[in-house]
């Protein structure tokens, strides 16, 4: 029962993020917290490392609040 209540919080809070961030920054977030170098994720996306560096910064500005 335990591990239901968290997958149902996990799910929550991953919905709530998703509202706040742009499908990019989402993305790139997914990426950054799976341990992938901004060059890694750049490639994947087909973009650049500042970028990224400039999504990461959005996210950080956004979930602060």
């Given at each position: 029962?335990?591990i239901?209540?968290e997958k149902?919080?996990y799910e929550?809070?991953?919905?709530?993020?998703?509202l706040e961030?742009?499908?990019?920054e989402?993305?790139?977030?997914?990426m950054f917290?799976?341990?992938m170098?901004?060059?890694?994720i750049?490639?994947?996306l087909?973009t650049?490392?500042?970028?990224?560096d400039?999504?990461?910064?959005?996210?950080?500005k956004?979930?602060?609040?």
């Amino acid at each position: 029962e335990e591990i239901i209540i968290e997958k149902e919080d996990y799910e929550s809070l991953t919905q709530s993020i998703k509202l706040e961030l742009s499908k990019m920054e989402f993305e790139v977030l997914q990426m950054f917290l799976a341990g992938m170098s901004y060059t890694d994720i750049a490639e994947s996306l087909n973009t650049n490392e500042k970028a990224v560096d400039n999504a990461l910064s959005r996210i950080r500005k956004k979930l602060k609040k």
